[in-house]
């Protein structure tokens, strides 16, 4: 136990001002950290899976390899269908699929060299394209207000660079 507290408080360390941060994240087409024909997923959703490649399908529709089966009708490439112009989304994995377009790379670029100190940590551990979208689109406390409301009760997954406007109190 005392070493997951060092641990802990060695990650909530904060870097020296005047040192850039390093991010690892790469930005490519088909994401060169998939290995023979093999996708990593978003995994938890009970309906729907997004993949790696941007294709989010029926959990049904998803193949043995991890990836979603494009030959099935439904399964759609970077889908925004819950999704906001502010780039918040209803749905998981339909913010992980518009996430992963690649004409939203300049925008997480822009919002990883803006991302606040408090936030280095978790998306210096990220190393893709892919990590970084499961990432932003989990809901965090840029999502709530007063510790326990949504911003948004409906769009609460952002991949966008700000959150939801706040409720009238």
């Given at each position: 136990q005392e070493e997951r507290m060092v641990r802990d408080r060695n990650l909530l360390q904060v870097q020296e001002h005047e040192q850039p941060i390093m991010w690892k994240v790469k930005f490519s087409s088909g994401n060169s950290s998939q290995l023979s024909n093999q996708c990593r997923n978003s995994v938890q959703g009970k309906l729907l899976i997004t993949d790696e490649l941007g294709y989010i399908c029926?959990?049904?529709?998803?193949?043995?390899?991890?990836?979603?089966?494009?030959?099935?009708?439904?399964?759609?490439?970077?889908?925004?269908?819950?999704?906001?112009?502010?780039?918040?989304?209803?749905?998981?994995?339909?913010c992980v699929s518009c996430c992963l377009q690649p004409s939203k790379q300049h925008l997480l670029e822009r919002f990883l060299n803006r991302a606040a100190i408090a936030f280095q940590n978790l998306f210096m551990a990220v190393e893709d394209h892919f990590e970084l979208c499961l990432a932003k689109c989990r809901t965090s406390s840029q999502s709530v207000q007063h510790e326990n409301t949504y911003r948004d009760p409906i769009a609460k997954y952002c991949y966008g660079e700000y959150p939801p406007e706040l409720l009238p109190v």
């Open positions: 029926e959990r049904k529709a998803l193949l043995v390899n991890g990836c979603c089966n494009v030959n099935v009708p439904s399964t759609k490439l970077y889908s925004c269908d819950s999704c906001l112009p502010n780039g918040c989304c209803s749905i998981y994995e339909y």
